[in-house]
């Protein structure tokens, strides 16, 4: 028996992508139901060969509802996800909205998949943010092995990030500097076409940004507490793919050969490291991809048992939809939800 599965903002990038990484997987669903706002009712969303028609999140009764992949942003899911979880509907958040809530669980499932049990006390389980999401894939092994004390990362992430708003704008700006026009901003602070934008998120009062602050908040909830982070998000004029450069200072002695080892035999990271032109991965290579993939891992001198690599991922599927689908996938997999009786 399959699982009767919601999607919540179907119409946008990750609400698209989520349809087909569950037709992807062949997740073991009964029914797939795409929602979104009243005004995209009767909008067609694809579903691997199916097309199916979009029905409005405010109308919809999730009483025979298994599970709510919601990317519909964090104010509706704020309004709706309790909503949702009290009628007995497991929500998987991809907003910032309850990723702080000590009560709900923020998962990764290759790093804290334990830490899933605790979504009975809301019926909601938080999705992190993208660009700690693939960080967190790479740090989980390391930590494990060589104890990570300090963290310090900088962000290139893709202008998808900033949703389909972000993806227009970079690609109407480009044509606009062809054609020697005059670029338009609206989404971005500045120019992001054939430029970089050190600001992510609104700013907060010691000088970071909440996007800064969200990876460190993330790693400490997810993977622990005691791991010192300092972040510098960068908005790059890619489409699709968040790329990372990250120093780690360990408790252990830590070789680049012992770090590729461990790397090598964690799940769901992927290693492309040779040292030659090339021989690294960016985002061209990473998008439409499910792994997260490290390359230049080197040891760091300037401090004790310092390490430093390159960390790529698709921030469309690992940094959101994906996530939501194997935090779902952990659920049936360990027995922790069944499907419901449907409502007559």
Same mark, same amino acid.
């Given at each position: 028996?399959?699982?009767?599965?919601?999607?919540?903002?179907?119409?946008?990038?990750?609400?698209r992508?989520?349809?087909?990484i569950?037709?992807?997987?062949?997740?073991?669903?009964?029914?797939?139901?795409?929602?979104?706002?009243?005004?995209?009712?009767?909008?067609?969303?694809?579903?691997?060969?199916?097309?199916?028609?979009?029905?409005?999140?405010?109308?919809?009764?999730?009483?025979?509802?298994?599970?709510?992949?919601?990317?519909?942003?964090g104010?509706?899911?704020?309004?709706?996800?309790?909503?949702i979880?009290?009628?007995?509907?497991?929500?998987?958040?991809?907003?910032?909205?309850?990723?702080?809530?000590?009560?709900?669980?923020?998962?990764?499932?290759?790093?804290?998949?334990?830490?899933?049990?605790?979504?009975?006390?809301?019926?909601i389980?938080?999705?992190?943010?993208?660009?700690?999401?693939?960080?967190?894939?790479?740090?989980?092994?390391?930590?494990?092995?060589?104890?990570?004390?300090? +963290? +310090?990362?900088?962000?290139?992430?893709?202008?998808?990030g900033?949703?389909?708003?972000?993806?227009?704008?970079?690609?109407?700006?480009?044509?606009?500097?062809?054609?020697?026009?005059?670029?338009?901003?609206?989404?971005?602070?500045?120019?992001?076409?054939f430029?970089?934008?050190?600001?992510?998120?609104?700013f907060?009062?010691?000088?970071?940004?909440?996007?800064?602050?969200?990876?460190t908040?993330?790693?400490?909830?997810?993977?622990?507490?005691?791991?010192?982070?300092?972040?510098?998000?960068?908005?790059?004029?890619?489409?699709?793919?968040?790329?990372?450069?990250?120093?780690?200072?360990?408790?252990?002695?830590?070789?680049?050969?012992?770090?590729?080892?461990?790397?090598?035999?964690?799940?769901?990271?992927?290693?492309?490291?040779?040292?030659?032109?090339?021989?690294?991965?960016?985002?061209?290579?990473?998008?439409?991809?499910?792994?997260?993939?490290?390359?230049?891992?080197?040891?760091?001198?300037?401090?004790?048992?310092?390490?430093?690599?390159?960390?790529?991922?698709?921030?469309?599927?690992?940094g959101?939809?994906?996530?939501?689908?194997?935090?779902?996938?952990?659920?049936?997999?360990?027995?922790?939800?069944?499907?419901?009786?449907?409502?007559?």
């Amino acid at each position: 028996m399959g699982y009767k599965v919601a999607i919540a903002g179907a119409t946008g990038n990750v609400g698209r992508e989520m349809l087909d990484i569950l037709a992807e997987r062949a997740f073991p669903v009964s029914e797939v139901v795409p929602l979104a706002s009243q005004r995209s009712v009767g909008q067609e969303v694809s579903f691997g060969d199916k097309t199916l028609k979009v029905k409005a999140l405010e109308h919809y009764d999730f009483s025979d509802t298994d599970i709510c992949l919601m990317s519909a942003g964090g104010d509706v899911s704020k309004v709706w996800s309790p909503k949702i979880g009290a009628q007995g509907c497991v929500v998987i958040d991809n907003s910032s909205a309850w990723r702080y809530d000590a009560d709900v669980p923020l998962i990764v499932p290759e790093v804290n998949a334990d830490a899933v049990k605790g979504f009975t006390r809301k019926n909601i389980i938080a999705n992190p943010n993208c660009s700690t999401a693939q960080l967190v894939v790479a740090l989980k092994p390391l930590h494990d092995r060589f104890g990570i004390k300090r +963290v +310090v990362v900088s962000t290139y992430q893709s202008v998808s990030g900033a949703g389909k708003d972000g993806m227009d704008e970079l690609f109407e700006q480009t044509k606009a500097v062809y054609s020697a026009g005059e670029p338009k901003q609206k989404k971005f602070t500045k120019r992001i076409a054939f430029n970089v934008i050190p600001h992510i998120d609104v700013f907060m009062e010691d000088g970071f940004t909440k996007e800064e602050w969200k990876m460190t908040a993330e790693t400490k909830k997810i993977l622990d507490p005691k791991i010192k982070l300092t972040a510098t998000c960068v908005r790059v004029p890619v489409f699709i793919g968040h790329s990372e450069a990250v120093n780690i200072e360990c408790e252990k002695p830590i070789t680049a050969d012992e770090a590729r080892e461990v790397l090598r035999a964690a799940p769901g990271l992927l290693i492309v490291d040779k040292r030659e032109p090339g021989g690294y991965i960016t985002p061209h290579e990473a998008a439409g991809e499910d792994a997260t993939y490290i390359s230049r891992i080197r040891e760091d001198i300037t401090v004790e048992n310092g390490l430093a690599f390159w960390c790529v991922s698709d921030n469309l599927r690992k940094g959101a939809a994906l996530n939501a689908v194997q935090i779902a996938e952990v659920l049936i997999n360990r027995g922790l939800i069944k499907p419901r009786a449907k409502a007559a």
